[in-house]
């Protein structure tokens, strides 16, 4: 489960990060346009979310460090 809200979350990220982009293209002849400052914060919002749940499952337990240098 907790898996899957990181994989959900860093798909919300990529989306956000793609529809800003679109929003500063279409909206760079027009003053006064807030839709890329919403997905900004929206955008930051979901990678806070993403970093509290991936700190809180290796504070749990639930996710694990298994690199090969990790080892010991």
Known sequence: MLKA??????????????????????????????????????RITLAGALLAVTFYGIYSGELQLNAPWHSR
């Open 5 to 42: 809200t990181i994989i959900i979350l860093l798909i919300g990220v990529l989306i956000s990060l793609f529809s800003g982009l679109g929003f500063l293209i279409k909206d760079s002849a027009t003053t006064g346009s807030k839709r890329t400052l919403i997905a900004l914060g929206i």
